[in-house]
């Protein structure tokens, strides 16, 4: 069965500087791969998405992430970060199944922003 | 993308009783999940919403205590049967459109649900 890991519970950046989120995987096959942002109160909003081909894929809000099969990674990363970025973030693999494909989650990351 | 609303968008209810809540989708859709998100926790697939048959259910989640409906293709319902304060989550639909090719799945805003 595939699972998710992002070792990090809880990061604290100040606003401006660099973010890297970390994801790890395990799947037998190759995977789809998501990273979902979920800001308080709110549902889920898709930030970028890693079907096939090019391994580094860009996102929405700035956001980048790099998919890497030899380290069954695929973090998130983002150069300058703004205070609206303070929220939860949620890797997540997508199994193949029967037509579709269906999400298992990591934890979450809850990113906090300092001013 | 997808235009997704749940009702209601949240609940107290007291435990031993039931809660629908209902998922609208602007659009038709080939896939419809139900995912649980427990206090501070992951979101956790319950089932994927069939049209016309039974809901697959995930192991852990049965149909007793979360029936699903899903009468057509842009909506469906999950009910919290017999509820306890274990329950007490956000449940969220998520869909996607097309069947068999590489799709995003989206995610509706949630509902949150207390039980007392």
């Known amino acids: 069965a595939q699972s998710v890991t992002q070792p990090d519970i809880h990061i604290t950046v100040s606003e401006g500087a660099s973010l890297e989120l970390r994801c790890n995987y395990s799947?037998?096959?190759?995977?789809?791969l998501f990273w979902y942002v979920q800001s308080p109160g709110q549902g889920l909003q898709l930030l970028l998405k890693y079907f096939s081909g090019d391994t580094l894929v860009q996102g929405i809000k700035g956001f980048e992430a790099e998919f890497k099969r030899s380290q069954s990674s695929f973090n998130l990363r983002k150069p300058s970060v703004h205070w609206s970025d303070a929220a939860e973030y949620f890797c997540a693999v997508g199994a193949t199944g029967a037509g579709s494909y269906q999400l298992t989650f990591g934890k979450g990351t809850k990113l906090s922003v300092i001013p | 993308s997808a235009v997704i609303s749940q009702k209601p968008s949240r609940d107290i209810c007291q435990r031993g009783t039931s809660l629908t809540i209902q998922c609208q989708v602007d659009s038709q859709v080939t896939m419809m999940f139900w995912y649980r998100q427990q206090p501070g926790q992951s979101l956790t697939l319950i089932a994927t919403?069939?049209?016309?048959?039974?809901?697959?259910?995930e192991s852990g989640f049965v149909i007793d205590k979360f029936p699903i409906s899903r009468p057509n293709l842009t909506f469906s319902t999950l009910t919290v049967s017999n509820m306890s304060p274990e329950d007490s989550s956000i449940y969220l639909c998520?869909?996607?459109?097309?069947?068999?090719?590489?799709?995003?799945?989206?995610f509706g805003p949630g509902t949150r649900l207390t039980v007392l």
């Open positions: 919403a069939n049209q016309g048959s039974e809901a697959t259910y």
């Open positions: 799947y037998g096959a190759t995977p789809y």
């Open positions: 998520s869909v996607q459109r097309d069947r068999g090719r590489e799709d995003t799945q989206y």
